[in-house]
C-alpha cells in the first residue's frame, strides 16, 4: 500500500480483494472488536467479512494473511511500538465529541458526506486539534497513567464525568452477575 493512494483492494495470496473503504464500514469493525460478547476468532471473522467484500469466496488458508492486511489497511500503515496503551478513545462512546471535531477539521460535515475513504477520515481524525474531544482524552490519559489533574482539568472532569469516564462493556453473563449481586447488597 501506498500512502500517496487511497487503496480500495487489499492483496492476499496474489489476488487482489476488492474492500469497503468507507469510513462507516470500519468504524462498525471496531465496534466489533470492543465488544465483550464476541470471542477473539469470532470478531476477526467478523472483521473480515466487513471489509472484504468478496469474503465469502475467500479460501479459508487466506484468512491469516487477510486479517494482517485488514490490520495495515485499518491502521493505514502505521506501525505502531508494540506497547500496551491505556484504552482512551471509545469510537461508538465518544462519537458524540469526535464527529464536531472532525467535522471542524475537514470543514463539511461528515456524517453528510454519501462517501469517505476511511484513510481520509482516520487522517482528519489525527489532525484534531484543541477540542472538548481533545480535553477528554489528556484528562483520561492522565487518569490511565495516575497522574495528577490540574485544577482546572479536575474542575472539568467533575463536572462532565458522563463524558469523560468510558463505560464498561460487560458481556450478558457478566450483566446477570452484576445484577444478582445488587439483589445482595
Not at 465518544?94 to 463539511?108: Q, Y
Not at 490511565?144 to 468510558?166: C, G, M, S
Amino acid at each position: 500500500m501506498s500512502a500517496w493512494e487511497l487503496p480500495v483492494a487489499l492483496n492476499v495470496g496474489g489476488h487482489n480483494w476488492k474492500i469497503r473503504t468507507d469510513f462507516r464500514a470500519i468504524l462498525d469493525i471496531l465496534k466489533y472488536f470492543d465488544d465483550p460478547e464476541y470471542e477473539p476468532d469470532e470478531r476477526w471473522l467478523i472483521c473480515l467479512d466487513i471489509l472484504y467484500e468478496d469474503f465469502d469466496n475467500m479460501p479459508q488458508n487466506l484468512w491469516d494473511e487477510a486479517a494482517e492486511k485488514a490490520i495495515d489497511f485499518i491502521d493505514m500503515g502505521i506501525k505502531d511500538d508494540g506497547k500496551r496503551k491505556p484504552h482512551t478513545v471509545d469510537w461508538e462512546f465518544d462519537a458524540p465529541v469526535i464527529i464536531p471535531a472532525i467535522n471542524k477539521v475537514l470543514g463539511t460535515e461528515v456524517r453528510a458526506a454519501p462517501y469517505m475513504h476511511w484513510w481520509t477520515f482516520l487522517g482528519a481524525y489525527m489532525e484534531i486539534g484543541e477540542s472538548l474531544f481533545s480535553q477528554i482524552v489528556g484528562i483520561r490519559e492522565k487518569k490511565a497513567k495516575h497522574k495528577k489533574l490540574e485544577k482546572y482539568e479536575q474542575e472539568f472532569y467533575n463536572a462532565n464525568r458522563k463524558l469523560v469516564d468510558i463505560p464498561k462493556h460487560y458481556t450478558e453473563e457478566e450483566r446477570e452477575q452484576l445484577k444478582n449481586l445488587e439483589k445482595w447488597l
